[in-house]
């Protein structure tokens, strides 16, 4: 179910609300609900999933509920999800106590078969707040091994950061790094690649910082491999992740990261082994010192280079695939799907 079809993939067909129903997004969400439970009444499918809490999470809990089918959802934001209902906002403290909405939220939750969790940090956050571990699965993403592999590539690039450009990716820290580089590397080369809302923000602060002639500012790009193996370092500033993607495929490539400790990256990464973790993503000093460090010395690169390959390749389609196979299998809960 999607609002547009998305890209051809075996067995799988979709669902998506006519383009005068998508004009209003109470009535898109509306359609969505009876759309799902009349498929589901002719189906008869052995689980309902959603994917994000809000909306789709919803619509297959209440479609299940009114089907007597088991449903699921994948908590792709991760535990901020029963904080802030929609959007990224900026700020937001997951040790705190449950707003009302997110309780509610929760409650729901745990009558879920499956939860789709995209890191081990909020699956602790499920089981902790009472959710049965025999629900709670890590089901991360994938990643194309065979289009994001390293090559041996002209390096244009010091440092590259992929993302969008949102306040909650917190690339002005890319910036700020930049200004802080520049006088021990008067060489350096730094791409930002992606589009966004923050995009002429961050061209006027690297003015301001008197960065602008060093910062390439690339926008939307679909040849991602082959700019991340035109690079030396990745670099990851977001203030919340839950899953992602971008430094996955980084380290596909064999890219050493400096990345902030947010989201996937506690499992994802080994710091001093494939990586370079900042605890806290406001530490231009610390991401500074990663990136200095790491463009020194060209074997703890290689080293970090091969580890972060090797990482990379634990999220490889196959063992998606397996993981999902499994999950599905088990939501009758009589086994547990989370081992933590």
């Known amino acids: 179910m999607r609002n547009i079809p998305g890209p051809e993939l075996p067995n799988t067909s979709y669902v998506c609300p006519p383009g005068v129903i998508r004009r209003s997004a109470v009535t898109a969400l509306i359609w969505k609900l009876v759309a799902t439970i009349v498929l589901a009444m002719l189906k008869r499918p052995q689980l309902i999933h959603g994917l994000l809490l809000m909306p789709h999470g919803i619509i297959a809990m209440m479609a299940g509920t009114v089907t007597h089918t088991r449903f699921g959802v994948t908590l792709v934001a991760g535990s901020v999800e029963f904080f802030a209902l929609m959007g990224s906002p900026l700020g937001v403290d997951v040790g705190a106590a449950l707003p009302r909405a997110g309780r509610l939220l929760l409650r729901a939750c745990r009558k879920a078969s499956l939860i789709g969790v995209m890191s081990s940090k909020t699956a602790r956050f499920l089981v902790d707040h009472g959710v049965d571990p025999c629900r709670v699965a890590l089901l991360p993403n994938p990643v194309d091994l065979v289009r994001f592999r390293p090559s041996q590539s002209l390096r244009i690039y010091d440092v590259i950061s992929v993302s969008r450009l949102t306040p909650v990716k917190r690339v002005e820290t890319v910036v700020r790094v930049t200004a ?113 460090a790491l463009l020194r010395d060209h074997d703890l690169r290689k080293r970090m280079s091969s580890a972060a390959r090797r990482k990379a390749e634990t999220l490889s389609m196959e063992r998606a695939v397996a993981a999902w196979e499994s999950a599905i299998g088990r939501v009758d809960g009589s086994e547990s799907l989370y081992e933590g």
Do not use: Q, W
């Not at 923050?198 to 602060?205: K, N, Q």
């Open 180 to 292: 802080a580089l520049r006088p021990h590397f008067p060489c350096l080369k730094v791409a930002v690649v992606g589009d966004g809302k923050c995009l002429s923000t961050l061209r006027a602060l690297a003015g301001d910082l008197g960065v602008a002639d060093c910062i390439s500012f690339l926008g939307y790009r679909f040849d991602i491999p082959d700019l991340l193996n035109a690079s030396r370092v990745f670099m990851m500033t977001s203030e919340r992740e839950g899953g992602p993607m971008a430094l996955a495929e980084a380290m596909a490539c064999g890219l050493p990261c400096v990345a902030s400790k947010c989201g996937m990256v506690a499992d994802l990464c080994t710091n001093g082994v494939d990586s370079i973790v900042v605890a806290d993503h406001r530490d231009v000093d610390g991401f500074a010192s990663g990136v200095a």
